[in-house]
């Protein structure tokens, strides 16, 4: 069992998104421990990128505020080798290939390894050109974790074969963001994962209120949160912690 099943192992999982050095590294451990602290079971850290595809307005500001704070990869194997110093539950990097392109793909891993990081989520990545990670991945014990679409139809099946960790089920087209509804038919979606794997599924894009972690949670076995939370660290700041604390909390006993 991979650390990352652990995750779901205690009912639904819940999993922030927290963007490393926004708006520098001491607020992102803060944060990280509040949401420890406050029932988060697996922790998404982003690595900053100039280009964020994947996102909205939201996480993109969060990406230029690390930035131009002089947030490096390498600050940020050194900032997960002193959280694993205490922090045990499962964490995941999500950043884009090329930033693990421009590193260098084997010392990036072997670096994920040392560190502590259990798994890899590459928004920009096709299903069909996984292998260009995938091997390294498991030479180095990283799950490289599978997206699902509402725009991947009769592909679903195939990426949940192959699917390692969590799979990360995207509840909405379009970019990263908070919405007032989520319209997608996730069930059927879900329906089509669990007929063809034991690798559980979490939903993100767009949750950002009990109301919808409490819905989607009951399609899936964990919810995802981002945009909501970058949201609270743009507010706060380097005061971000025990709001950002509250939030998760609150979010936790809804899906719990």
């Known amino acids: 069992m991979s650390k990352i099943a652990s995750a779901f192992q205690n009912g639904k999982a819940f999993i922030p998104f927290i963007t490393c050095g926004d708006p520098d590294l001491a607020t992102t451990e ?8 406050n029932g988060a079971d697996l922790i998404e850290l982003g690595i900053p990128f100039s280009d964020p595809t994947a996102e909205g307005p939201v996480i993109q500001g969060a990406n230029l505020r690390a930035l131009n704070g002089g947030i490096k990869t390498d600050h940020i194997f050194e900032f997960v080798k002193r959280l694993r110093r205490d922090i045990e539950i499962p964490l995941v990097f999500m950043t884009y290939a090329n930033v693990v392109f421009s590193y260098g793909s084997e010392k990036f891993l072997s670096n994920c390894k040392e560190a502590g990081i259990d798994g890899l989520i590459l928004p920009d990545l096709p299903f069909e050109e996984k292998g260009e990670f995938a091997d390294v991945c498991k030479r180095n014990g990283v799950d490289l974790i599978s997206l699902i ?22 509840s909405s087209l379009g ?36 109301e919808q972690a409490k819905k989607m949670s009951g399609y899936a076995d964990g919810v995802i949160v981002g945009s909501a939370i970058i949201k609270i660290i743009a507010q706060y700041g380097r005061d971000a912690a025990a709001p950002v604390g509250e939030y998760i909390g609150r979010m936790k006993d809804a899906i719990r």
């Open 175 to 210: 970019v990263t963001g908070t919405r007032s509804e989520i319209t997608t038919d996730l069930g059927a979606i879900v329906d089509v994962v669990r007929k063809n794997t034991s690798v559980p599924c979490a939903i993100g894009f767009g949750i950002s209120t009990p």
């Open 30 to 37: 803060a944060v990280v421990r509040a949401a420890v602290a």
């Open 149 to 170: 679409a509402p725009t991947s139809a009769d592909r679903i099946s195939m990426i949940a074969k192959e699917a390692e960790g969590f799979i990360y089920i995207v």
